[in-house]
């Protein structure tokens, strides 16, 4: 077997190691349109803490109640959203891996015999001296080579460009797929939370229906004995067909947030979970340290993409400019050829060929140009989307840090309303035991304690949602464990700022 030379292949490589250079405009990251500070709630200027940061925090660390945790891991092996987001980055890097392999020859090899003989009235002769018609002669032909074909040489750039246009939207793909999995955590954790508030609302309904149910009997017993009047025994039986329209509301709400949580996991609840916490022990305690509006540019994955998606748009950018100058393609082959097979691999057989082709572009009658003005506005329109999603994201950890402290005022203050409307319907009602008061009076109190009560679950629930909305909004959650040694530093902020 002959060694092939390869001229052609060798030309191209070395032509492939010349086109380093693009057109691509230098980047600069759009300068974070939000304050430095975040904005203060009720006159709360006291600093928070600055050590580990929120995005680095492990969501198995954050979400301390066992049921939850089972239920999250759950959601990230089967929930279906998450699995299309990983089909989308395969996708993504599959496209790169053709765009950037355009950077190379696609260099095969082929083989090809021929037998043709003519017709005897065609009076062809592929030999001298030979009787077409009396003896017509069988023409063969072999051929055995390598080489590529419609090579572009990247002169300019072109091709680079657009391989990098591909490289940063799998890098999009990847962050899209970090911010789905907050997402969905996120969503686990708050449907988790509102099925325990209804749950415990649940609870509230049922001991409220016993209890007035428990109340009117007695006072049916008076009336059939003539000691109440019938005025009495329709508000009491009002009361409790009331509180029966309030637990079939809370049973629903129960059997909704089962579903939702059916869907967000991607599977059937499984019987085996571990025992829940106690209601309002889903979450850690300890106040987040949210850090800088800058580490929120530095962490959170739907900024990260929508950087990703404006230097993809600066790299077409690169390639639009490249289009005004001229390309090169080159087509080569390296083989061996023969009439005779026993002659195929000899020296004589050798054959090979280069075919470079130059394409200058004269009149394009606009086109390029309007390319190239396209391509920059569609920069600007990635730049002034990842300025709104800074904007969006400062807005939400706001939005969430006020909650956090509004809550806080609100619980303590629903916990007093509790604790007031309590000792009111024990007044009210020993007083109507007694004999010295309406029933009306108690019946109001004993609807206002009810209502205290499912408002003060309706804070609780709330105040950890918020909480969960906070942690998610910082950038935490796309961990299962706790990123050691990450600090907000002077350097990281003059870098990302």
């Not at 092939?4 to 292949?9: A, N, Q």
């Not at 980047?27 to 050590?51: E, F, I, L």
């Not at 925090?57 to 066992?66: I, K, R, V, Y």
């Not at 022990?281 to 850090?291: A, E, F, K, S, V």
Request: net charge neutral.
């Amino acid at each position: 077997m002959k060694r092939f030379s390869l001229h052609g292949i060798t030309l191209g490589a070395a032509a492939a190691l010349l086109a380093g250079c693009t057109m691509i405009p230098h980047y600069h990251r759009p300068v974070a349109p939000v304050s430095q500070n975040w904005p203060t709630y009720g006159g709360d200027s006291q600093p928070m803490a600055q050590n580990t940061l929120s995005a680095n925090l492990g969501w198995s660390e954050f979400f301390t109640d066992p049921r939850l945790k089972a239920l999250i891991a759950i959601a990230i092996r089967e929930n279906r959203d998450l699995r299309e987001a990983a089909a989308n980055i395969r996708r993504a890097q599959g496209q790169f891996d053709i765009q950037h392999a355009t950077l190379f020859p696609q260099i095969g090899g082929n083989g090809e015999a021929m037998f043709q003989a003519p017709s005897s009235a065609a009076g062809l002769s592929f030999a001298p001296g030979l009787d077409a018609q009396a003896n017509p002669p069988m023409f063969k032909y072999f051929n055995m080579g390598i080489g590529f074909s419609s090579y572009e040489i990247d002169l300019f750039g072109r091709i680079r460009s657009l391989s990098r246009e591909a490289a940063e939207h799998a890098l999009m793909q990847r962050e899209n797929a970090r911010a789905m999995l907050i997402s969905i955590i996120s969503q686990v954790a708050n449907a988790y939370i509102s099925w325990l508030g209804d749950q415990e609302a649940l609870k509230l309904s049922q001991a409220t229906q016993a209890s007035q149910q428990a109340t009117l009997d007695m006072i049916r017993a008076k009336f059939e004995h003539g000691e109440a009047d019938q005025l009495t025994l329709r508000q009491s039986e009002t009361q409790v067909e009331q509180s029966a329209a309030f637990l079939a509301d809370s049973q629903r709400r129960v059997a909704q947030d089962q579903n939702l949580i059916t869907l967000l996991i991607g599977a059937p609840i499984p019987d085996n979970l571990p025992p829940a916490s106690p209601f309002g022990q889903q979450t850690m305690m300890q106040d987040l340290p949210p850090g800088l509006p800058s580490d929120v540019l530095e962490h959170r994955p739907d900024i990260i993409s929508a950087e990703h998606d404006l230097k993809a748009a600066n790299a077409d950018i690169g390639a639009a400019k490249a289009a005004f100058y001229p390309r090169i393609t080159l087509t080569a082959s390296d083989g061996i050829s023969s009439l005779q097979p026993h002659r195929l691999f000899t020296a004589a057989a050798t054959t090979w060929g280069v075919s470079p082709q130059l394409q200058v572009p004269l009149l394009t009658w606009g086109q390029n140009s309007g390319n190239l003005k396209a391509s920059r506005a569609e920069r600007n329109v990635k730049a002034a989307a990842y300025e709104k999603t800074i904007q969006t994201a400062f807005r939400e950890v706001a939005d969430a840090l006020a909650g956090r402290a509004a809550y806080h005022d609100e619980g303590i203050q629903v916990d007093r309303l509790v604790a007031s409307s309590a000792d009111s319907y024990r007044l009210a009602k020993m007083r109507y035991d007694a004999g010295t008061d309406s029933y009306l009076t108690s019946l109001e109190s004993q609807r206002s304690l009810y209502q205290a009560q499912q408002w003060q679950i309706f804070v609780l629930v709330s105040k950890y949602q918020n909480l969960v909305t906070l942690y998610r909004a910082l950038g935490g959650g796309w961990t299962e464990k706790t990123v050691q040694n990450t600090t907000i530093t002077a350097k990281s902020q003059d870098k990302h700022g």
